[in-house]
């Protein structure tokens, strides 16, 4: 696939299928190439399963804490379920724990 190098670390995507669906992401490890076992391009993408929701004044502090949080989620994807957007983020993600953790937990 010559897609050029657009699939960047800190690229934000849409994903397209499954679970996340329409869920905006962040890619953390681009592979072009394919590894091994998943012999074609993917990435490892971080993103937000739960946004959090609107706020207003007349709310206790306990609902607009509930309301407030954010459930994140990890996940390698297939670059076709992914849409790239124009924007990148600027974070540096810290690879040496992400690699061993999914290494031992690959559904994560």
Do not use: C, W
């Not at 890619?27 to 190439?33: G, L, M, R, T």
């Not at 004044?57 to 994807?77: A, D, G």
Request: positive net charge; aromatic residues 6%; proline residues 6%.
């Amino acid at each position: 696939m010559g897609m050029g190098k657009i699939m960047k670390a800190g690229k934000v995507v849409l994903l397209l299928g499954g679970r996340y669906a329409g869920r905006k992401a962040v890619i953390v490890k681009p592979s072009d190439e394919g590894t091994s076992d998943k012999p074609f391009s993917h990435a490892l993408v971080a993103g937000i399963d739960r946004y959090p929701r609107k706020v207003t004044k007349k709310m206790s502090k306990k609902k607009i804490q509930k309301r407030s949080k954010v459930k994140p989620f990890l996940k390698v994807v297939n670059y076709n379920h992914v849409m790239p957007t124009r924007y990148s983020v600027d974070i540096s993600f810290d690879k040496t724990n992400i690699n061993k953790e999914l290494m031992k937990d690959p559904m994560k």
